[in-house]
């Protein structure tokens, strides 16, 4: 029998249009004064103003703010313990190297994280995990789940197309990796949270069936936004990636230690997502579908990235995560889908060949 665990959600949970412009209501609601704002680098001349009068209309008191364009460790570590007494609060508004620190200092600090992602290219701004530099590579180190996600789906729009078909390959990649965590399960190799599967599962099929027009509606957007929210709490759940990362983000892993220049996570994640459900014939008709209509495939398709790299990185997958058992920790699943890169129709069109 399973005991009782205690788990964090965000407090403050806000998406939607002109979401900046109230982000100082949203934390004097919670009585959260005193607070460093991170802003990601060229993002003050952006939306500083709108932020800092939101903030003064509030009456929440800004300690401090900066931009910041850091993941090195040796660079967190001391900016989070210089930070003032008065710390109430750390606020991170950007994309994701500024929310992993945010989240990261908060951890070291205990203080509360309040996350403003200014894209919606992963679940990161969600989860309780954060990608750092530690001595110059990328690892996933410990964090703090956010008390507060406030997401303003206007910014979302305006960022580059890319950074939303990232956050489809990623929201996407639930359908495999709860799948991985089955299989897993099944291997003697974890154990499956009930609860967390059925709201990775609820977050992901609630953003695939979504009607929509275009990507930019505000509809389709905020349910992208949600549904990346859901996953970090299916996660909290779990105490694990597992609901959310499996063989697909292994793969992507992979690619970002050999690639000169990997391209966003969830583009990597999301090609990955496909090869998988191939490989665990589970759904891959609704991921092409979706990749279709969105038109992800079409944006993969000019980037040129290469078959072999995938071919690559499906070998290299086991070793990123030795104590994981997906279905790439077996031969011959690997095998197959090295063959799908080779041979699949949609696979050869939007990978090119050596």
Known sequence: MQ?????????????????????GDCLAEENISNVVIWFGNGLIDLFGTRVMDSMKKAGV???????????????IVPLAFSLSNQTKAIVSIGGGKVIDAGKYAAFLKG?????VPTSSSSDGFSSATASLLVEGRRASVPAKLAYGILVDTQVIRTAPEKFIYSGIGDMVAKITALY???????????????FAVMIAKKAVNSFVRTPYETIQ???????LLDSLAMSGIANEIAGSSAPTSGSEHLISHAL??????PQLHGIQVGI?????????????????????????????????????????????????????????HEEKYREAAKELVRTDEILTRVLAAD
């Open 180 to 194: 991985d965590w089955v299989f897993e399960a099944e291997h003697g190799a974890s154990v499956l949270n009930d």
């Open 256 to 261: 970002d230690k050999f690639l000169e220049v």
């Open 217 to 223: 509606d505000e509809v389709f957007l905020k349910e």
């Open 3 to 23: 005991k009782n665990n205690s788990i964090s959600i965000p407090v403050i949970l806000k998406i939607g249009n002109g979401v900046l412009d109230y982000i």
């Open 61 to 75: 008191n800004v300690l401090e703010y900066q931009e910041l364009d850091t993941v090195a460790i040796e660079d």
């Open 111 to 115: 203080l509360p994280f309040i996350s």
């Open 272 to 328: 990955a997502t496909y090869i998988m459900a191939k490989v665990q014939d589970h759904r891959y008709k609704r991921i092409d579908t979706v990749f279709t209509e969105t038109g992800f495939w079409n944006y993969v398709e000019t980037l040129q990235m290469k078959q072999s790299d995938f071919i690559r990185a499906i070998d290299m997958a086991p070793s990123i995560k030795p104590h994981r058992y997906t279905y790439l």
